[in-house]
């Protein structure tokens, strides 16, 4: 049985950091992990991704502010976000994609087939 499970968000002042993770199980394969978020009324937009062999790629508004890192052993994935500001608030949602795509694959609106259920980020000003 697959699971994705996130984990870390919450309610933080302007300026501040949160990390969150998300862990993925029963799944054979693992290509890439990713994160997305949806504020309301918006689209779900990527915010990273982290393929296997290494390349990362990250959406303009996270370069900077933003770290996605992966460990391996674990099949889990960790978005490291700082600076945060009140238009960063989101449901956040973790993405896992078991094939091997580039990164324009991801950035051009593209998505693995799992998704877990989200982590909800809140940022007051």
């Known amino acids: 049985q697959v699971q994705v499970v996130e984990s870390g968000g919450g309610l933080v002042q302007a300026g501040g950091s949160l990390t969150l993770s998300c862990s993925a199980s029963?799944?054979?394969?693992?290509?890439?992990m990713g994160w997305y978020r949806q504020a309301p009324g918006k689209k779900r937009e990527l915010v990273a991704v982290k393929i296997s062999g290494g390349e990362t790629y990250y959406e303009d508004f996270a370069k900077g502010r933003f770290t996605i890192s992966k460990d391996n052993a674990k099949n889990t994935v960790y978005l490291q976000m700082t600076s945060l500001q009140p238009e960063d608030t989101a449901v956040y949602y973790c993405n896992i994609d078991m094939y091997p795509r580039p990164s324009n694959f991801y950035r051009d609106y593209g998505a693995g087939d799992y998704w877990g259920r989200g982590t909800q980020v809140t940022v007051s000003s």
């Open positions: 029963g799944i054979v394969m693992i290509n890439a």
